[in-house]
C-alpha cells in the first residue's frame, strides 16, 4: 500500500518560514519523480515544484523562484519543500505527489498523492 505522508505546516507570518516533508511508503522511492502542489479555497490545485529521482535537477514555478527549495532524501524516502519569504498569496493546502514515469508539472501526470499540510501565512 503506497502513503505519502505530509508535515510541517503551520501558521507563520509574512517574512517566515516553514519546511515541508513527504515520507513515502510502500513504493521504491529513488524511482519516483516527486512533486509539490498547493491548493487554496477555491481555486484549482497548482503546481509548485519538481524533482528528479536524484534530486539533481527541479523545477519551480515562477512565483515560488528563489524563496522555496525542493530537496530529496532517498536514504528517508522523503521530500522536502522549503518555504522562506512566506507571503500571504503563499497560503494553501501543500500536497506532495509521486510519478513513475513522467518528471513534469501536470498533475495528472502523478500516480500517487498526500493528504496535505495546511500552510497559512499572515500578514
Known amino acids: 500500500q503506497v502513503q505519502l505522508v505530509e508535515s510541517g505546516g503551520g501558521l507563520v507570518q509574512a517574512g517566515g518560514s516553514l519546511r515541508l516533508s513527504c515520507v513515502a511508503s510502500g513504493v521504491t522511492f529513488s524511482n519516483y519523480f516527486m512533486g509539490w502542489f498547493r491548493q487554496a479555497p477555491g481555486k484549482e490545485r497548482e503546481f509548485v515544484a519538481r524533482?528528479?529521482?536524484?534530486?539533481?535537477?527541479?523545477y519551480y514555478t515562477d512565483s515560488v523562484k528563489g524563496r522555496f527549495t525542493i530537496s530529496r532524501d532517498n536514504a528517508k524516502n522523503t521530500v522536502y519543500l522549503q518555504m522562506n519569504d512566506l507571503k500571504p498569496e503563499d497560503t494553501a493546502g501543500y500536497y506532495c505527489a509521486a510519478s513513475r514515469k513522467f518528471y513534469t508539472s501536470d498533475p495528472l501526470r502523478y500516480d500517487y498523492w498526500g493528504q496535505g499540510t495546511q500552510v497559512t501565512v499572515s500578514s
Open positions: 524533482v528528479s529521482w536524484s534530486g539533481g535537477n527541479t
